[in-house]
């Protein structure tokens, strides 16, 4: 087989290592200013791709004519895509003989778009899977080869999730790219009339309100862990919430219902345990000890001022 691979985030990795005997190129996202220091960083696809010394090419548009042409010489099999990032022209598909194969992170037609785990741990969803499908010049529409199913653990977080999918679209690719490069496979339309979108995340949506109920708050936190995170803005300041855990007990939303052996919030409906948080400009710290250190006790209220 002669494949190139178009990913970028970590969600590709394990089927990047699946196929690499085949790879004769990766195609990623160019490097982007990350961190503190804001220096220009490469993708973990590309960091990947120079470890197995496989070539990688990182255009800024993948329907450049001279990218364009370049696909065309290598005379491919087939494009593999796992979370890349560009949509790709029909031009692009058309360079390899059995054109674009997607690994999408969800269960087509939902969630068609950038942010399929995530919307999907979002919504409460508590089946989702990894769907082969042979690209097409819409978003996501394509027909679909094979389905993987897999169960979405209680209190999973994207990351972890993220994980167990990516293990799941590795071994998918291994199996199917054979058949596909031999013409030996099947793919199926979707019913379009079934199918529900996955934008990508933005930072904005990252503020957990009290006036959610506590499973919508828990399921925002879940879908945007660990990136970009949730925060929740108090009267003692914008708190980073990195760990939380549904609770039962009613309260006046916002108000402290205990602080001891943990801390715990009362939301619309429930309530959630604060158990790592980090204040802002502080460290890490748990939940009991950011209360112990704001003097917070039951009945305490954590309202901004002119806000819920």
């Known amino acids: 087989m002669r494949l190139a691979f178009f990913g970028t985030g970590s969600f590709?990795?394990?089927?990047?290592?699946?196929?690499?005997?085949?790879?004769?190129?990766?195609?990623?996202q160019p490097d982007r200013p990350t961190g503190r220091s804001m220096r220009p960083?490469?993708?973990?696809?590309?960091?990947?791709?120079?470890?197995l010394g496989?070539?990688?090419?990182?255009?800024?548009?993948?329907r450049a004519?001279?990218?364009?042409?370049?696909?065309?010489?290598?005379n491919l099999d087939a494009l593999v895509v796992a979370s890349y990032g560009q949509i790709l022209s029909q031009a692009v598909l058309d360079s390899a003989s059995r054109g674009g194969?997607?690994?999408?992170?969800?269960?087509?037609?939902?969630?068609?778009?950038?942010?399929p785990i995530q919307r999907s741990i979002e919504q409460g969803e508590t089946i989702t899977?990894?769907?082969?499908?042979?690209?097409?010049?819409?978003?996501?529409t394509g027909d679909i080869i094979h389905i993987e199913r897999l169960a979405i653990r209680d209190e999973e977080t994207y990351g972890d999730l993220q994980d167990r999918l990516a293990v799941i679209a590795a071994a998918m690719a291994a199996e199917w790219m054979p058949k596909i490069v031999l013409g030996d496979y099947e793919?199926?339309?979707?019913?379009?009339?079934?199918?529900?979108?996955?934008?990508?995340?933005?930072?904005?949506?990252?503020?957990?309100?009290?006036?959610?109920?506590?499973?919508?708050?828990?399921?925002?936190?879940?879908?945007?862990?660990?990136?970009?995170?949730?925060?929740?803005?108090?009267?003692?300041?914008?708190?980073?919430?990195?760990?939380?855990?549904?609770?039962?007990?009613?309260g006046v939303p916002g108000t402290v219902i205990r602080t001891s052996p943990e801390l715990v919030v009362a939301y619309a409906e429930g309530s959630l345990a604060w158990i790592e948080v980090q204040p802002e400009g502080k460290k890490r710290i748990s939940g009991r000890d950011f209360a112990n250190g704001a003097r917070l006790k039951a009945g305490d209220s954590l309202l901004d001022e002119g806000t819920f």
């Open 12 to 28: 590709a990795l394990p089927a990047i290592k699946a196929l690499a005997g085949s790879l004769v190129l990766v195609v990623t």
């Open 41 to 51: 960083q490469p993708t973990p696809a590309k960091q990947l791709a120079q470890e």
């Open 54 to 62: 496989i070539p990688c090419e990182s255009p800024e548009k993948a």
């Open 65 to 74: 004519p001279e990218f364009l042409e370049l696909l065309r010489s290598l």
């Open 101 to 115: 194969i997607n690994l999408h992170g969800s269960i087509l037609p939902k969630y068609r778009g950038a942010a």
């Open 129 to 140: 899977g990894v769907t082969l499908m042979q690209m097409d010049k819409g978003m996501d």
């Open 187 to 250: 793919s199926f339309p979707q019913d379009s009339s079934l199918a529900s979108t996955a934008p990508k995340v933005d930072r904005a949506e990252s503020d957990l309100k009290f006036d959610e109920t506590a499973t919508t708050a828990l399921n925002r936190y879940r879908a945007f862990t660990p990136n970009p995170g949730v925060r929740s803005k108090t009267n003692r300041g914008n708190v980073k919430l990195h760990l939380l855990s549904k609770r039962e007990e009613p």
